[in-house]
């Protein structure tokens, strides 16, 4: 089993990208302390999380000024792979907490809710400041951004050379 970690209080968290767009390795890092952890995403997880930090802090008090971005760290190879991310708003220390779940065996055969269950894959616990997590949103959405341009017809990243749409059969396939 993979290492776990429980970093409540994140002196910083941060994304980033290795390769070029079609080809990259996402990734989550976080430090506090001494300790850093790194952690390898898909670009629809970093999606999905955008999409959920912007959802939890609607409902929050406006954050104060964002820090400054921050670089990752020298890439290297991630702790593990998140299979699952989730999270909530910690009141008392007003701290929005991202929980991470490692991809295992039993969690990539199917995708039943019992899977989220199976204590047999690390758990990454980060809490962050409103401020921490509204830059996140913002430099995920920059990432994302920095990608292969979607089809205007599917939404399927496009390639330099195109794609087979499956809006037109492949019989046209969208160029850049």
Not at 68 to 83: A, H, K, Y
Not at 96 to 105: F, K, R
Not at 142 to 154: E, F, V, Y
Request: hydrophobic share 40%; with cysteine.
């Amino acid at each position: 089993m993979s290492e776990s970690y429980e970093l409540l209080e994140l002196d910083w968290i941060t994304l980033g990208a290795v390769g070029q767009p079609g080809h990259r390795l996402f990734f989550l890092q976080a430090g506090q302390g001494p300790s850093v952890v790194t952690l390898k995403l898909e670009k629809v997880q970093v999606a999905a999380m955008v999409t959920w930090i912007a959802r939890t802090l609607e409902d929050l008090p406006a954050p104060g000024p964002l820090p400054s971005q921050i670089t990752p760290e020298p890439f290297l190879d991630p702790e593990w792979v998140v299979g699952s991310l989730g999270g909530g708003y910690d009141i008392d220390t007003d701290r929005v907490l991202l929980i991470a779940t490692e991809l295992t065996e039993s969690s990539s055969d199917d995708d039943l809710p019992d899977d989220i269950l199976d204590d047999s894959g690390a758990v990454a616990r980060l809490g962050a400041t409103r401020e921490q997590m509204a830059a996140l949103a913002i430099q995920g959405t920059s990432l994302i951004a920095s990608g292969r341009p979607p089809c205007p017809l599917c939404g399927y990243p496009l390639d330099p050379s195109g794609h087979a749409c499956p809006r037109t059969n492949g019989h046209r396939p969208p160029s850049l």
